[in-house]
């Protein structure tokens, strides 16, 4: 059930970034704006993470087509990592 609520948590401020700044959505979670960044930026890290190693699983264990939808959820995950801007 945590999981769940973290997971749109992680949902609702990937939507939020477009129009509100890092104040209003740590205001939102109840922390600071620094807090809220780094807490969704750590969380963008383990999916990157956990998307590459899957990736590199299915490369391994012949499965490509697998392999390349996991590659490219890396790679929009990764161009998310970069566009996020420090508070």
Do not use: C
Request: charged share 25%; proline share 3%; hydrophobic share 40%.
């Amino acid at each position: 059930m945590l999981e769940q609520v973290e997971d749109y948590q992680r949902v609702a401020v990937r939507a939020a970034l477009w129009t509100h700044p890092w104040t209003e959505i740590g205001a939102a979670h109840g922390v600071s704006k620094q807090a809220a960044h780094q807490r969704y930026v750590k969380s963008l890290a383990s999916t990157l993470k956990a998307t590459a190693r899957s990736a590199k699983t299915a490369r391994r264990a012949g499965r490509p087509a697998e392999a390349v939808r996991e590659s490219a959820e890396m790679n929009a995950v990764a161009d998310e990592l970069r566009s996020v801007q420090h508070p």
